[in-house]
């Protein structure tokens, strides 16, 4: 088709006659902004994309540095967190009123609305970095997937002895490509039954490792577990345990977070009944479901395994056979992963062409978009701009993951930096302000508390997490498989 049509990146823009049009006005929202089609089924199905990553598997590990008291314990007490605070981000959504106000369509417009000055540029800093972040350690997560079902297959073969060591640097390529075609998917709106696929996969290698972790205790396999986790003297030494529990508390803290996010997610349901009210529904049945996958599966995994617990009893190897299911398991967490990473870049794209628009609104390359017509699908609406921006972009993730095979320990950093603002302060600051809370009262007092608490742990699991990378600088050795 030789039509064209001029819009950002989010919406189509029309000109002021068209709403004249009953039916065009049908189609839009009160924003102008084409009407949201999404639920709480949606937003959830995004929540438990965002959230249950393959950590899961690695929360076994998590427990075992805890032991059977104070490692429930933190699950619990960080589900209640994350589950409170993403409950007053919500209300944020519009403002001032959380129902009639003005929608905000970024974490940073909700900032810029309630609190406003050097809070928003920090807000940005603190998002964009993470989602920067967790594209990378996306890459490198699920290429250790792939070349887990590869060599899986190797061990299967040649026996358990054998290295069958294997490069993820191939396996990233491939991932890389998939994500280049499924970046062109315009915005957050279109990007549900991306979410539901990867939903519907996290609990398939959920279960999956849940299972294998039950037959391995019913099998009756001597393991030593603990009420205090790993013993000084025994498994670790005292410095190796204090460092340890840093790092498990970090990484469970972090596992239940998705605020980054949550805005963008809360911007694609529709406004009846309100936003907020279905975004606390869809916030409830993604949190609670995340909690009871990360209960069994830590304290199966711990059950299973011991204090001998493996980082991830997938990809790690903690299970050998049957090698299908094992396979099996691997391509549902690079599957998630695939739609994971779209959740995440998302809103970062979304602000670069936003910015972008703003700055040159007049550039035909940033804003014009060329319809074409795809058999089977209709008609597609390519923007140049669009597509040379987010190739580059994961290519440039890729090639970063590639360099850096053990991102993931800088992640882990990115995540101490982020957790505390993101996912406690600034929710509890616009909560605040939003409803004048009086200064020194019951309320103002204990949710300064939460958030003082809050900003202890993110310290303490960033200084976890900068001794974990020292030690993975240290033992690094190029052009070997990263597991």
């Not at 062109?184 to 990867?198: K, M, R, T, V």
Request: hydrophobic share 45%; aromatic share 14%.
């Amino acid at each position: 088709m030789a039509k064209e049509m001029q819009k950002t990146s989010m919406f189509i823009e029309r000109n002021p006659g068209d709403y004249e049009n009953g039916d065009i006005c049908k189609n839009l929202d009160d924003d102008g902004r084409p009407k949201r089609t999404g639920t709480w089924v949606t937003a959830s199905a995004h929540i438990i994309t965002a959230v249950i990553g393959s950590g899961v598997l690695s929360l076994a590990w998590a427990i075992a540095q805890l032991g059977w008291v104070v490692g429930p314990a933190v699950l619990m007490a960080f589900s209640f967190i994350t589950y409170f605070t993403s409950t007053l981000l919500a209300d944020c959504y519009r403002a001032p009123d959380p129902v009639h106000g003005k929608r905000n369509y970024t974490y940073m417009d909700v900032v810029r609305a309630y609190l406003g000055g050097r809070k928003v540029q920090l807000c940005g800093l603190a998002q964009y970095a993470n989602l920067v972040g967790v594209t990378v350690g996306y890459t490198i997560t699920a290429s250790i997937s792939m070349v887990a079902v590869k060599r899986s297959n190797c061990f299967h073969k040649h026996g358990h002895h054998v290295k069958c060591q294997t490069s993820n640097n191939p396996f990233m390529v491939i991932f890389a490509c998939i994500q280049i075609v499924l970046s062109q998917i315009p915005n957050f709106h279109n990007l549900s039954w991306l979410s539901i696929l990867a939903a519907i996969m996290s609990f398939a290698y959920s279960s999956i490792g849940l299972g294998l972790s039950i037959a391995k205790v019913a099998g009756g396999e001597p393991v030593r577990t603990t009420l205090t986790g790993v013993t000084v003297g025994v498994d670790v030494s005292g410095s190796e345990k204090i460092w340890r529990t840093f790092q498990a508390i970090g990484d469970i803290a972090f596992a239940y977070a998705y605020s980054t996010v949550l805005v963008e997610i809360q911007d694609t349901i529709k406004s009846s009944p309100p936003e907020n009210k279905s975004m606390k529904r869809a916030t409830t049945l993604g949190v609670s479901t995340t909690t009871l996958f990360y209960v069994l599966c830590g304290l199966v995994g711990y059950a299973a395994f011991g204090n001998d617990a493996p980082g991830n009893f997938l990809t790690g190897f903690g299970f050998y056979e049957p090698f299908w299911l094992i396979d099996f398991a691997n391509i549902c967490i690079a599957i998630h992963l695939i739609g994971a990473y779209q959740v995440f870049a998302q809103p970062l794209f979304g602000f670069v062409e936003g910015w972008c628009a703003r700055q040159w609104p007049d550039s035909k390359f940033i804003t014009r978009e060329h319809a074409v017509d795809i058999p089977c699908y209709g008609v597609y609406y390519l923007n140049f701009f669009r597509l040379v921006w987010r190739t580059s972009y994961v290519v440039v993730t890729a090639v970063v993951a590639m360099i850096f095979p053990f991102f993931n320990d800088f992640l882990g950093l990115i995540g101490a930096g982020s957790f505390w603002p993101l996912t406690v302060y600034f929710p509890i600051e616009m909560h605040i302000a939003q409803t004048n809370l009086p200064k020194y009262s019951f309320r103002w007092t204990w949710l300064k508390i939460l958030s003082w608490a809050c900003l202890i742990v993110s310290l303490i699991a960033a200084a976890g997490s900068v001794q974990g990378l020292i030690q993975s600088l240290k033992t690094y050795k190029p052009f070997q498989t990263q597991e």
